[in-house]
């Protein structure tokens, strides 16, 4: 078996989404010098077809207030107005695709943002800090794209909350996947 480096490894296996976070987050050095670091996500021509817009402070709860006005009920407007609060950062994702280049498609570039995301929390977890990927309609409601200055040819793709996972929360283990299901041999050569 070929060796692979511990940390990554752990980093890999033991990361997790945190559904509520506290206080500390990550300080805006550290934040940028992380991101440094998930640019270098596999990105086909180096198109970096992405930017973070992040929230913090009093605008999460400007961000919540146009969440609720983007809600379909008046109980789905109360919940979607607390959701900002469930984490002191948030990094709007933002998919800023290179339109009808000529080597990368579309599909390769938003593989890429993924990439990068993903990378990230990796990347926070390493560091001690906890994150979660939150999507849902808001991300294509105009009020919530305008507060964001969201351009027409960009894609919101939520937010990655991120701070500080609460002592009490319990991290609930993974059940391992059997990757035979998901691996098809069929035009391996024989030798493997």
């Known amino acids: 078996m070929t060796a692979v480096s511990a ?9 997790r ?7 500390p987050a990550p300080r805006r050095e550290e934040l940028e010098h992380l991101v440094q ?4 996500a596999p990105d086909h021509g180096r198109l970096r077809p992405w930017r973070l817009i992040p929230v913090t402070g009093d605008e999460r709860v400007r961000l919540g207030h146009v969440l609720s006005e983007a809600a ?13 609060l469930r ?25 890429a943002t993924a990439a990068m995301v993903a990378t ?20 294509e409601a105009p009020q919530v794209r305008k507060h964001l200055g969201i351009g027409d040819e960009e894609q919101l793709l939520g937010w990655l909350y991120i701070g500080t996972r609460p002592k009490t929360d319990t ?9 035979r299901t998901k691996i098809s041999w069929t035009y391996a050569s024989a030798g493997l």
């Open 87 to 111: 984490a002191p950062l948030l990094l709007s994702i933002v998919h800023c695709p290179v339109p009808d280049h000529p080597k990368v498609p579309a599909w390769e570039q938003l593989a």
């Open 120 to 139: 990230l929390s990796l990347l926070l977890d390493s560091c001690g800090w906890s994150s979660i990927w939150r999507t849902g309609t808001a991300v």
């Open 72 to 84: 379909a009920t008046p109980d789905q407007a109360h919940r979607a107005a607390a959701k900002p």
């Open 17 to 23: 989404s945190a559904a509520r976070l506290t206080t």
């Open 37 to 40: 670091a998930a640019a270098t």
């Open 7 to 15: 940390p990554v490894l752990d980093a890999v296996l033991t990361r």
């Open 171 to 179: 991290v609930r283990e993974r059940l391992p996947l059997d990757v």
